[in-house]
């Protein structure tokens, strides 16, 4: 069982930064595209920003030159650094892991628990 232990949400003022934690636990033979999503009240999840394995990133246009996403592959934790956070940032962030158990086995996607994220104006 693979579980995606997230950290880092909370309450912050408009400009201010936080950073998000997601810690993904469980025998994983491979951890392939992790990735952020965010969900407002009565929306959909909706993307914020993802990173493969190989390194290659992509990031909703909202948050772009704001918001970094990164890897520790070893640790098979992915970050978001949220700078020049806005009142409309704020929503319930979700971590993504998409990931493989065995080498022949298919791929397997994960959510976190979901961390709320509030900026105050």
């Known amino acids: 069982q693979v579980q995606l232990v997230e950290s880092g949400g909370g309450l912050v003022q408009a400009g201010g930064s936080l950073r998000l934690s997601c810690a993904a636990s469980g025998s994983i033979f491979s951890m392939n595209t992790m990735a952020w999503y965010r969900q407002f009240p009565g929306k959909q999840r909706e993307l914020v920003a993802a990173?493969?394995?190989?390194?290659?990133?992509n990031y909703a246009d909202s948050v772009k030159g704001r918001f970094t996403i990164s890897r520790d592959n070893a640790k098979n934790t992915v970050y978001l650094q949220m700078n020049s956070l806005k009142p409309e940032d704020t929503a319930v962030y979700y971590c993504?892991?998409?990931?493989?158990?065995?080498?022949?086995?298919?791929?397997?996607?994960?959510w976190g628990q979901g961390t709320q994220v509030t900026v105050s104006s």
């Open positions: 990173r493969t394995s190989g390194g290659n990133t």
């Open positions: 993504n892991a998409a990931y493989r158990l065995r080498w022949y086995g298919e791929e397997i996607t994960s």
